[in-house]
């Protein structure tokens, strides 16, 4: 079974300012994808970033970025410039990749990120 | 093109009560799947329907049912309410031919009393 782990349960930042929030998992999988998503008080889930197991390139969208470590089975997301809008749930989810029950995603707890002015 | 639509967004039953929610998936995706968020945690697979088969199901007992129509919406039923089963569930579709994503509705807030 996969698990995913942020051991960060609330972060906080300045506007303008860079944060990181960590994410390990672990799996036996060979292909799979990575995911942050991000939940605001709306509750509607957003996919902020993907990232292919097999793609040694770090995934990038437009101010969000990813440090992906496949043998440390780790996945941060870093955001570059802060908006309050970011102020949000965000959470690190695993699947098994494509093909049939394959796209069930396993969540992590999330980490609360609030954005100062 | 329009988005994951779910209703109701919030209902309160009591315990032993049954339960329908209902998920309308974005237009062209043919796969729904159903997750449970309780509060302050990540949400929970419950299962997956494509072509109106349940195509994979996570650890929640048979109380939970569900339904996929052949216009894609969806239903997701509990059967003798419990407590524990106050969450946000949320449904989403999934973009399965170009990119694999799948896109959330807003979600239902069930309270149970």
């Known amino acids: 079974a996969q698990t995913v782990t942020q051991s960060q349960p609330e972060m906080s930042v300045q506007e303008a300012e860079t944060v990181t929030l960590s994410c390990t998992y672990d799996?036996?999988?060979?292909?799979?994808?990575l995911f942050w998503y991000k939940q605001p008080p709306s509750r509607q889930m957003i996919l902020v970033i993907r990232?292919?197991?097999?793609?040694?390139q770090n995934a990038t969208e437009n101010r969000f970025s990813v440090n992906f470590q496949k043998a440390a089975k780790s996945f941060s997301l870093k955001i570059s410039d802060s908006q309050l809008g970011d102020t949000a749930m965000y959470f690190c989810a695993f699947s098994r990749g494509s093909g049939g029950s394959n796209y069930k995603l396993t969540f992590g707890k999330g980490t609360l990120l609030t954005v100062n002015p | 093109e329009t988005g994951v639509t779910q209703s109701p967004t919030h209902l309160i039953k009591t315990r032993g009560q049954q339960v329908t929610l209902r998920c309308s998936s974005q237009?062209?995706?043919?796969?729904v799947s159903w997750y449970q968020q309780a509060l302050g945690q990540g949400p929970q697979f419950i299962f997956q329907y494509y072509r109106e088969e349940e195509n994979g199901r996570g650890n929640f007992p048979p109380r939970f049912s569900g339904l996929q129509f052949p216009n894609y919406s969806s239903e997701l039923n509990v059967n003798a309410l419990e407590l524990d089963d106050s969450a946000l569930y949320l449904c989403a579709s999934l973009d399965r031919g170009r990119t694999g994503e799948l896109f959330f509705g807003e979600g239902s807030r069930l309270t149970v009393l």
């Open positions: 237009s062209g995706h043919n796969t």
């Open positions: 799996t036996s999988e060979s292909n799979y994808y």
């Open positions: 990232q292919e197991a097999y793609k040694q």
